[in-house]
């Protein structure tokens, strides 16, 4: 099957700056497909270009077997993007926004008006339709963001970090609705840096670092590619971190991964029996440990073992 979006050698230079360094995907058409990466990893750029906002410097992207270059027009027809920041006027209320979106594009006022009711009833906004944005919380502006970005029923709905600054309830709400988007046949390519967000809602995922994609597969595969197990502890004394970390180094010949907290540690273990002779060579060691799990390595522990540092501390050129 001829992919949905397929990119191949995708370069894109701001001047000195190389946001995306080589490229290459294969997305499946109505599916939900993850750029997984920190800030400034390319996501948003890889984005734009499919989306024909940029132009590549080099390389070639085709979405839906058009050319991004030779036939943006064409792209654009059957595509639709819901960036970081709300596109929605907050002086209108969330009736009137949809109006105006339909209207725009060339709807007349009374499909304008039956596609917004539409919109605001699926999305669970109907009781807000007559406020103005701006009294929206953060989980609705988000919604009535998306719901503008499927006035014309896109084959391809690209989302930027749909739900960056969301508080769990909202986060949630908006993972519902982009499940329900891809079941009605859309494709959906989302951007993130929340780890869970990708493992959640994408059926394939792409690592993104550096402007290059440095793995590619479901969350299944990437996390095989590290390991079987990973275990996860907090000591109640921090300071004595270095001790545990000789301990570990001891044991599993290795390092562990780096974590906020000071005394929280991540180690890959070959099975339980392994981890349950570290956890006694600390009790021998009198080091205490307040709490601990074993379990499946996280796309967390994917990062790191992919770039030797953890996603949330890089930061954004």
Not at 2 to 16: Q, S
Not at 85 to 100: I, P, Q, R, W
Not at 155 to 160: A, G, R, T, V, Y
Request: no cysteine; hydrophobic share 45%; proline share 4%.
């Amino acid at each position: 099957m001829t992919p949905a979006i397929e990119t191949a050698g995708l370069v894109k230079t701001f001047g000195d700056t190389r946001a995306l360094d080589g490229v290459d995907l294969a997305i499946r058409g109505r599916s939900i497909y993850g750029l997984l990466g920190p800030n400034g990893a390319g996501k948003t750029t890889t984005i734009r270009v499919l989306s024909t906002l940029v132009k590549p410097t080099r390389g070639r992207a085709m979405v839906l077997g058009h050319d991004v270059v030779a036939d943006a027009a064409l792209v654009r027809r059957q595509v639709s993007l819901t960036g970081q920041y709300a596109s929605v006027d907050e002086d209108l209320t969330g009736h009137e926004n949809l109006v105006l979106v339909s209207r725009l594009l060339g709807l007349s006022w009374r499909d304008a008006k039956a596609r917004a009711s539409e919109l605001l009833g699926a999305f669970e906004l109907s009781d807000a339709a007559g406020h103005q944005v701006r009294t929206y919380s953060g989980g609705m502006r988000r919604r009535i963001d998306i719901a503008a970005s499927l006035v014309t029923r896109p084959e391809i709905l690209f989302l930027d970090e749909p739900t960056t600054g969301l508080d769990p309830r909202s986060r949630n709400q908006v993972w519902d609705l982009v499940r329900r988007v891809a079941s009605d046949g859309t494709t959906v390519v989302l951007t993130t840096q929340y780890l869970e967000e990708a493992d959640r809602l994408a059926e394939r995922m792409a690592v993104i670092d550096h402007g290059r994609v440095i793995a590619e597969g479901t969350s299944r595969d990437l996390k095989s590619s590290v390991g079987t197990n990973t275990l996860h502890f907090h000591l109640a004394n921090p300071a004595q971190r270095g001790a545990a970390q000789a301990i570990v180094a001891a044991l599993e010949g290795g390092g562990t991964a780096p974590e906020s907290d000071p005394g929280a540690f991540a180690i890959k273990v070959a099975d339980a029996a392994a981890a349950a002779e570290l956890l006694g060579r600390f009790a021998r060691a009198q080091i205490q440990v307040l709490d601990f799990s074993i379990g499946a390595p996280s796309l967390d522990d994917v990062f790191f073992a992919l770039t030797g540092r953890p996603a949330q501390n890089e930061s954004a050129p």
